[in-house]
């Protein structure tokens, strides 16, 4: 069985200041990890995936997770907010390997303020 | 903008009413997703088709029925909703819904379309 928390439903932060937004997963075989973003009254984009590679990973706009299997976590992490960052971000979590099954996190709303 | 599209954006219909949502890929894809975002809710999925065949129906009521004519389409047919029904449904594709032993496969994701049961 598999799930996915994340930590904070909202998460407010100022702009040019770091973004920390939390998940922790289990999982009962080596997962695959996702961090999606949603803006608003748009479909999901894909910003990052683990794959048993590298556990720092780096994804588009600046953001970057690392997978520590240790903590069972996957937080997403950004150096310095910007408004464009306003949005609803979803931690994912997949059993690798034979048919996947893909759970998402109840997702955490990023407000950026000027 | 995405390789998935979906029509209509946004959808009003009454309860009597039968409709039917659309999802086209343009990625060469061979699994493909329905997926239902309500407010306060996590995403739930609904169905999955890999390569045009039903691999998961994930307990959805049968007023709800999907329809993969080929790996580039999918529809879900509407009949007699609830209002509780109305609510964002995104689709998703992926390479497939195995993944590879490098990992699982990303989805990608339409813009949804925004459903109000009256």
Known sequence: ?114 | ETGVTQTPRHLVMGMTNKKSLKCEQHLGHNAMYWYKQSAKKPLELMFVYNFKEQTENNSVPSRFSPECPNSSHLFLHLHTLQPEDSALYLCASSQDSWGTSGGANEQFFGPGTRLTVL
């Open chain 1, 1 to 114: 069985a598999q799930s996915v928390t994340q930590l904070d439903s909202h998460v407010s932060v100022s702009e040019g200041t770091p973004v920390l937004l939390r998940c922790n997963y289990s999982s009962s075989y080596s997962p695959s990890l996702f961090w999606y973003v949603q803006h608003p009254n748009k479909g999901l984009q894909l910003l990052l995936k683990y794959t048993s590679a590298a556990t720092l990973v780096k994804g588009i706009n600046g953001f970057e997770a690392e997978f520590k299997k240790s903590e069972t976590s996957f937080h997403l992490t950004k150096p310095s907010a910007h408004m464009s960052d306003a949005a609803e971000y979803f931690c994912v979590v997949s059993d690798s390997g034979g048919y996947q099954k893909v759970t998402f996190g109840t997702g955490t709303k990023l407000q950026v303020i000027p």
